[in-house]
């Protein structure tokens, strides 16, 4: 049983900086990528970034490149998302993922272990 535990949510004020964390146990994490999503409230959940198996290989959601910067360290079993310049349009439930394979993944189908979720508040 795959288990992912996010922590570094919190209140900012707008211009601030989060980071996050996302741990794993029950499975080692190196063979997959892993990609963080997130989700306002009645909106859809969305793609933010993923990082390959192996952490060469990166990509964003245009609305947060060059603020956000996704990281992992599979000795740790730990995926981050460093968020700066945060805004308020940024407010939402941030939830890490592991893909099924080791490639890049932005779509939520080819993500199946999800956490339970780390509220980022954004105040203007």
């Known amino acids: 049983q795959v288990q992912l535990v996010e922590s570094g949510g919190g209140l900012v004020q707008a211009g601030g900086s989060l980071r996050l964390s996302c741990v794993a146990s029950g499975r080692t994490l190196s063979n997959y990528a892993m990609g963080w999503f997130r989700q306002a409230p009645e909106k859809e959940r969305e793609f933010v970034a993923s990082?390959?198996?192996?952490?060469?290989?990166?990509y964003y959601r245009d609305s947060v490149k060059g603020r956000f910067t996704i990281s992992r360290d599979n000795a740790k079993n730990t995926v981050y998302l460093q968020m700066n310049s945060l805004k308020p349009e940024d407010t939402a439930v941030y939830y890490c993922a592991v893909a099924r394979t080791g490639d890049l993944k932005i779509k939520r189908a080819d993500y199946n272990y999800w956490g339970q979720g780390t509220q980022v508040t954004v105040s203007s």
């Open positions: 990082i390959n198996w192996n952490g060469a290989v990166t």
